[in-house]
């Protein structure tokens, strides 16, 4: 197929403006053609180039599309970091010795083992005061009681417990019920060594303790399990990402999944290094934006993997709308299209552009919707 028009060379060639997504090739149309004459299946393109006239035919049988009127939305495309929320470190309390401890990537959840103490289970429960006093029948009322009795009636113990801050027999019952469920002495008190408490669910990430050690320190640095992704953006960029919003996140392989920033830091950090002068290496100032996928399970167990995220910085409703493979570019930077009429007579057509959005570009100029634009073969 011959090209639409004649081609400038390297040095008169101006390159497109500066997008976030590639559309398909481009033909490029040289300023000042003179006649176009039509005949058979090809036009023939009479224009000067130094001084000279040359000739060239383009096809004019090329597939069309039409000219249409919807929403684009321009999305500026950022590299971020698949991995899971949170960052936790399970503390062993107490005397004693290490008897089981979980694996890396294990996951935890309430009434599950934490880790093992001389043979008897550390159940994880759920919450956000770690238990800091020994929990027994007629102790003062705390929100620690409450969250000891929130996990116990989630556990599914304790039928005439009184979710409230008070201790009661009801409480001392339940808490029996759950100690023989996990081996221990059926003392209806605990101690703040004898469970773990974390806000959800969590998975372990790498050990710190090893078998045998004393139940005291860190046992091992986990994660939450909700899939996060993490993207350190310039603050030249803060305009783009808003709480909230919706973004698409492009996995290895070209997967795409749907989510929303669920955080923006408002804290930047600088790369600067240590004793520059003030204000230097602000132009590589960055902060974090999280995101929250819509549907974890999408991702499958992908973990600590490269992602695109992209930002929708600016939307526009019920603009025009052609292919970005229809543009023909001049040498001056100037666009056109070719359209066809219904008798097939083409006719080049200049036009600006606007929002590019995959793989469609706003554009205004001497177009209708429903007229046709000349396309490149697939």
Do not use: C
């Amino acid at each position: 197929m011959l090209d639409s028009a004649i081609a400038p060379s390297a040095s008169e060639e101006s390159p497109p403006p500066q997008r976030r997504r590639r559309g398909g090739g481009r033909r490029t149309l040289l300023a000042g053609t003179a006649v176009l004459v039509i005949g058979g299946a090809g036009v023939a393109v009479y224009a000067l180039r130094d001084g000279k006239a040359v000739t060239q035919e383009i096809d004019t049988t090329l597939p069309t599309v039409a000219v249409t009127r919807g929403d684009l939305a321009s999305t500026t495309e950022a590299d971020g970091t698949l991995g899971y929320a949170g960052s936790y470190t399970v503390l062993a309390g107490g005397d004693g010795r290490i008897t089981w401890l979980p694996q890396a990537g294990d996951v935890i959840r309430r009434g599950h083992q934490a880790y093992g103490v001389d043979g008897h289970r550390v159940p994880l429960l759920y919450g956000t005061m770690p238990f800091w006093r020994e929990l027994q029948e007629g102790m003062s009322d705390g929100y620690d009681v409450l969250e000891l009795e929130r996990n116990l009636a989630a556990l599914g113990y304790g039928d005439n417990l009184a979710v409230d801050k008070s201790f009661t027999w009801a409480t001392a019952e339940a808490v029996r019920d759950l100690q023989k469920d996990q081996g221990m002495t059926r003392t209806g008190t605990l101690a703040p060594g004898d469970v773990v408490v974390q806000p959800g669910a969590i998975q372990v990430k790498t050990l710190e303790a090893a078998l045998g050690g004393g139940a005291g320190g860190a046992v091992y640095e986990a994660t939450g399990t909700e899939r996060r992704v993490t993207v350190s953006l310039p603050v030249n960029q803060q305009n783009i990402a808003k709480k909230n919003a919706a973004v698409r996140v492009t996995l290895p392989g070209g997967k795409t999944v749907a989510g929303y920033v669920s955080s923006v830091s408002t804290v930047a950090t600088s790369s600067a290094k240590s004793g520059s002068q003030t204000g230097a290496g602000t132009e590589n100032a960055t902060f974090e934006v999280t995101v929250t996928l819509d549907k974890s399970a999408d991702v499958g167990s992908l973990t600590g993997a490269p992602v695109t995220v992209g930002f929708t910085s600016n939307e526009l409703k019920n603009v025009l709308t052609v292919p970005v493979n229809a543009l023909l570019a001049s040498s001056e930077g100037e666009y056109s299209v070719n359209v066809v009429d219904s008798a097939g007579k083409v006719r080049s057509v200049p036009v600006k552009l606007g929002v590019f959005d995959g793989d469609k570009v706003q554009v205004t100029g001497d177009l209708t919707v429903g007229m046709k634009v000349q396309v490149p073969r697939s």
